[in-house]
């Protein structure tokens, strides 16, 4: 299997720079004690001690791209999203009462209850917080949806001959996983609901250390 890696499609940045901003993003931050440090700190820490050769206004660049800006950059409407998205429903007197309206609908799929969840939130904030109008929420949630920026779309070649021939320890924002090792090796033709259980705790460990994508070889 080739470990070549393909740069997506219309991404400004290069090979190089991502897997360098990657590992910004996966660093330890409670370990050098900037865990609640802003933006600039975290930037000028890392390039400092580091990643000597990383270009911070390059960094800086990718770091709006997925959405990670300065608090004193933020709009009062993302201010505003932000505190309703913050917002305890959970303890929120009243709002109980609203969940009957979610569930009475022959629509219970989870886009559904999703949306009307949304929609009954931002009821309830407009009417007891601050006004917030759902619509120019949804749709501001739209325009500003951090966008992917991955250079790992095409690591994994299906033509090669063997997949554990990729350098993988070069790519370490990329978790592997091989389903053949997740399914039983006596019924291998079988995707059981305990190796999809498997599966889905393998793809939360990766999440859960801020891997950037998921592998899955076979």
Known sequence: ???????????????????????????????????????????????ETVDT??????????LHTMGI????????????????????FAAAV???QMLADV?????????????????????YYSDNVEPLVYSEYKEYKEVNAPKPVCPYQDLW?????????????KFANVRTIDIAKLLDPDNVDVLTIGAINLFIDAAKTAYDQKYFAVAVVN
């Open 53 to 62: 050769g990383i270009d911070s206004n390059r960094l800086q660049e990718w």
């Open 157 to 169: 070649d299906p033509k090669g001959a063997d997949k554990e021939s990729a350098d993988t320890n």
């Open 69 to 88: 800006v300065e608090e004193s950059e933020k709009s009062e409407q993302a201010r505003l999203y932000e505190r309703f998205e913050n917002f305890d």
């Open 1 to 47: 299997m080739s470990n070549e890696i393909t740069q997506v499609k219309g991404c400004e940045f290069t090979t190089d720079e991502l897997q360098r901003f990657h590992h910004y993003y996966k660093y330890d931050w409670a370990a050098a004690g900037l865990v609640s440090a802003p933006v600039s700190k975290r930037i000028q820490h890392f390039v």
């Open 103 to 123: 569930y009475a609908t022959d629509d219970v799929s989870k886009h559904g209850v999703g949306e009307r969840m949304d929609q009954a939130k931002a009821q």
């Open 94 to 96: 009243g709002f109980n």
